[in-house]
């Protein structure tokens, strides 16, 4: 019983590991907000939330500039904004470019497409002394799903002044899309399915050694090999998705 549990266990952690190390061959990237609303905003065009979209134009000045985000009232409760990326992304890491009075901040949320969110930050406000312009970067250790909208919520009593937001960064890797297992979270190329295949080879030709050797419990190898199956089934579907999907790497 125990060697079964270890067996379905080591599986699980093999399973585990493929699916991060091919993660790790897609490349991560940076994007800019396209769109932007906000709970409140100071101006139409300067101070409006659509200043935040693009790349930082007002960081790493600190004050009170039109080219940044600013809500309607100074010190008047809780705001929020919300931004959205051409691309969903599994997100990595949020930066946020606070331009004028920062720390006002208290929650970041990301918005998959099916409009679910994502908590993903949550803390208190406070000022920063001296103030001054700072990029606020939030990692994702939570949300595994690719999204391409960041929400942040700010509380403005709490940190005195204009609370000014100049753009928000997007840093994560682009899943390929379709179905099957790699939906939701697993990046496949070329190479990780090779090293996949070689690493399934050498699990089974030890599999039959060990059985061969009767040097373990039958049942242990019983199990093995369904895990081995599931394996070949994942690598299976993960070819075909390459293949039917290998256009969508060219482009980062
Ligand atoms: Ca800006």
């Keep these: ?19 991060a190390s091919r993660g790790i061959n897609a490349a991560s990237f940076t994007q800019w907000a396209i769109d932007a609303k906000a ?3 100071y101006g139409s065009n300067s101070w409006s939330a659509l200043q935040m979209t693009g790349a930082p134009n ?35 890491r949020v930066d946020i470019y606070e331009t004028y009075n920062p720390g006002a ?18 803390g208190k406000a ?27 919520t700010l509380e403005t009593d709490k940190v005195s002044g ?7 960064g997007l840093l ?3 899943v390929a899309s379709g179905s099957g297992v790699s939906k939701g979270f697993v990046v496949a190329d070329g190479d990780t399915l090779a090293e996949l295949e070689a690493i ?9 050694r060990a059985r061969t050797s009767r040097a373990a419990d039958p049942n242990f190898l019983a199990d093995l090999d369904q895990i081995l199956d599931i394996f070949y089934s994942i690598s299976d579907d993960l070819q075909k998705e390459l293949e039917s999907s290998g256009s969508q790497w060219g482009a980062y």
């Excluded at 379905?8 to 493929?18: D, N, R, T, W």
């Excluded at 901040?105 to 949550?122: C, M, N, P, R």
């Excluded at 399934?200 to 039959?208: C, D, F, N, P």
């Design 162 to 168: 204009w609370n000014e937001i100049d753009a928000v």
């Design 58 to 92: 007002t960081y790493p000045q600190h004050g009170d500039k039109d080219t940044a985000w600013a809500p309607s009232y100074a010190n008047s409760g809780m705001e929020w904004v919300e931004l959205t990326y051409p691309e969903a992304v599994v997100v990595e």
């Design 172 to 174: 994560g890797k682009k």
């Design 126 to 152: 406070a000022a920063l002394t001296p103030a001054q312009a700072r990029v606020f970067q939030v990692q994702n250790h939570t949300a595994r799903i690719p999204s391409n909208k960041v929400r942040i």
């Design 200 to 208: 399934l080879l050498r699990l089974k030709s030890a599999i039959e």
């Design 105 to 122: 901040i208290t929650k970041v949320e990301l918005i998959d497409a099916s409009g679910t969110s994502h908590l993903v930050w949550q």
């Design 39 to 41: 709970s409140s905003q």
């Design 1 to 19: 019983m125990h060697k079964r549990k270890s067996a379905i266990l080591m599986g699980l952690a093999l399973l585990l590991v493929l699916s």
